[in-house]
């Protein structure tokens, strides 16, 4: 009786323990759907907050597993090529940090635990999918997810939902707060739905997918992702041609379904987008779309039912008619158009209308002539009705200005544009404007002549079927376009990266923290734009050789899926193939979520047929159990814990800068060395405490702190030596602390490492022209008259940058004001009188300073024309050369000047003129009170060095800030002045 008893409680407890085991089982999978679940929900985890918690609790989970692992005695699979490329690819990471080829150390840590994050997850996935339920709980929770990311870029479309950058101009963005990314992953799952819908049985779930990739879809097309909709039919044609078995069939025909409505639905979606409120009419239309696709999908899938093999052959004609369809529709579309009405007679404030229209394969250095038909209405003078720019555009998709008609009041009838091309010019495009209130506008008709007045275009206008928001992107879709030619010169930059660092990369994060020195035209950008660059450039040869493996395996799946008529593996493999086509052209993976999409989806995948390959049987199926679960918690529980160090430095920094900003020092200086200490990798983080720690002042003075901010300063360098932020930190740190010498160092330093970014030459102009004040003060010319050379030297070295450039740097406003001020210190370095007077200069230019063979003016300047002049300037070595041959006025305009009321000043211009004494006039015009404040028609004699000088006194009416100088050249003339200096000062 005893040994019955013994026996049946022991079955009771070992009962007990089997359900508690399945229970812990369950909730760990529970955690792990929450895990796959929410990445897309805070901002696709592409800041560094959303990454490290997610870091923390994906190291969490797969630890608690491995517990839960070995208290059940169970064994941990090594079983799948996979599982060696995620490790290995955490080894390509490790690799650059181990023999210190890292750009930037903190990114390269970073990029550490951001691979074993892919791993742990990817692991827990595929151990879980080995049972086909959590296999396809797992893969409709990603589908879930994205299905509600889908719907809240809807919703915040139509404005019912309000987070920030869910909207993006017109473009949906939803949670990711960025449109391209949000399109590829739309475009992934898509193809994971196509498939399930066609295999699953029970209705509810069927209805559930195939109404999920209709919304998916819709979400996609207003994402406005041009390269996302140029690779969509070309996948999906791919997805047809090798579907299997009748899948092929069942994709046509749920494609066509989500097709139709989603066209029909266009126009009058993009046209409710107009209300400025949220409004229930977009989310009307969108029901409207989904109760066509249901119809129009259960219609067809009646038909589907009621076909068999023999009508193959029909169903092949019936999709034929159906694309001939499609295309007819398609040219009408694109050619019934009709005249374009910009209508602001309704609204009190500026509201911009425009559309841009592209004409291409114009000739360079060519005459041609845009004619309009207009109509149009407005009541105040300086509130124009239209305007039209026309842009010459070169092969590297540079743009410039070639004419600009502005609309006079109630202008309407034949208006004629004539505008030459410039010797680089292949494309003309156009843009048609109105903003003002109270006015209105009717484009009957644009077209294009050239010289013999031949037709070259008749410019198509408003779109009858077609949203213009979709046109415009369309017509934007062009390899010589600015975004494009910019994302050509990252793959080539990064090219040049890798051929320095070709082994195992320069790090993680190596693509920001490198790229400035090796950049081949000026941009910004922290990434690469292409995933595979990036690899190329953070681990070399060794990370795209494994990522080339990757793909290989993925599309042997792939095939294998094709043979085995396995619709669901095969829509998952098409899904990461599109997945990463996208991401050839964009930083897809710099998001987290995304990154942890594509593992999970791996993890998903049977590998079974990989299994039996040649080539792969020689790797070792292995089995660890306690051993190894042991081990791997002693790897995972540091990157834990470096994890939350990071995190909680994350939180203290930003509390405190909160803390000083809100006047509580002392704890702001404890958070943020708290912070340091913490993260001490990251260079941010020093870079922020070295700024509080130059701001503390003690009675005992500051030599401490500012010693300790100096140490900071090093370290940031010696962890990011090629951060161009920390360089000119140092750069000014110096300088402020008299240590002229290192101050020079850094900022020579700064322009060799980033030599294309016109902030360093800023940087370089403003630490010798503060140096150069420092030494003028102290009456010490020499040194002074060094440092405003090297002032001036800045010219020369963009200059000769801009010489390898196909995009020229022009200087900015800021490089131009301490050049300007710089040569004038040179040019009157022995006039105590001239030096006196610096204080009281208001504006000064010297137009005969350029940086490129473009010779354009400096930035700020523009010119006007009137209807019939034809002003055009050109730099040279004497200053501005201002022509017209036109019939009517052109002017040659300042940059915005700040004139204060009823002040007298004196005004300095050298110009030298072979033009009729009254076809030059100089004039300063304010754009409040009194618009003529001085007016100067008959220049007379100039004095020493064609120098004429004026003075005024501006009316007390004007406000500050909103006055100009006007060279005006009235036309109708062969002859030209040349405007050399400009220079307004006040006089006490």
Known sequence: MLKVLTKGTKGKTKAGVTKQSKRQSVLLFILLGVLVFYPPFFRGLFFERERLLTHALSFGLFMTYLMDQIIKGEKIDVNSPFDYIGGLLIFAYVLPVVFFQWANLREAVGMILWQVNLFVVYFMVKEYAQEEKY??????????????????????????????????GNRIASTFQYPNTLAALMMALFFIVTGLQSQEENSWKKYFYATSGFLMIFTFIFTYSRAAWMMLPIFALLYIAFAPGKSRTDGIFYMIAVAVPNILILQPFTSSLSAEEANLGGIIIVAVGMLVFAVLYMGLEIVKRKLTEKHQRLIYVLLAVIFVAAGGFVYVALNITEPLTFDNTTVSENRTNQIQRTIQQVDPLSQYELQLQVESTSIDESQWPWRVQIYGVDEAGQRQLLEQRIGEINESGEVRIPFDTLERT?????????????????????????NQDNLIKDVKLSYKYLPETLVSRFNAIDLSEGSSTTRFAYYRDSLSIFKE?????AGGGAWSGIYTKYQSEPYHSTEAHNYYSQTLVETGMVGITLITGLIVLIATLGYYAMKGKNIVQYSIVMGIIALLGHSAIDFNFSYLSIALILWVLIGLLDVTPLKQLKGLKSLKEREFKVGGQLSALVITLPLLLVTLSFYSAHQASGQGIYAMETGDHQRGFQLLESAVTRDPFNENLRLDYAQVLRGIVTEDGQANFMKEAEEQLLNAEKYAPYKPEVL?????????????????????????????????????????????DYYLSESQDELALQMYEKVLEVIEDLRRTNQELDKPFSLTSEMMSQVFNARYIVENIDSEE???????????????????????????????NREGGEVKVKVTEEGANVTNVGTDLGILLSPRLELNPSKTYGVDVQISSDVKDDDIQIVVHSRSGTATQFSQRSLGEPMEGNLYRFTFETTDDIEPGGQDIRFYHYGDSEQSFTVNQVMIYEIE
């Open 501 to 505: 660092h070709p082994l195992i990369g």
């Open 426 to 450: 292949t494309d003309v495009v156009l843009y048609l404007r109105n903003q003002h209130p109270e006015t209105k506008v009717t484009f009957e008709q644009v077209s294009l002549y050239d």
């Open 135 to 168: 296999r396809r709980w797992i893969l409709d929770i990603v589908l879930l997810s994205g299905v509600i990311t889908a719907i809240v870029g809807i919703l915040g479309a139509v404005g019912i939902v309000n987070l920030a950058d869910v909207v993006l």
């Open 834 to 864: 001239k030096l006196a007077n610096l204080d009281n200069i208001i504006f000064s230019a010297y137009l005969d300073i350029h940086v490129s063979e473009e010779n354009t003016l400096p930035q700020g300047w523009w010119t006007w």
């Open 728 to 772: 000119q930190r140092l750069a000014g740190y110096y300088l402020s602390t008299g240590n002229f010498a290192q101050a020079e160092v850094y900022v020579e330093k700064l322009v060799q490492i980033a030599p294309l970014r016109e902030s360093s030459y800023e940087v370089k102009a403003n630490i010798y022209s503060a140096i150069g």
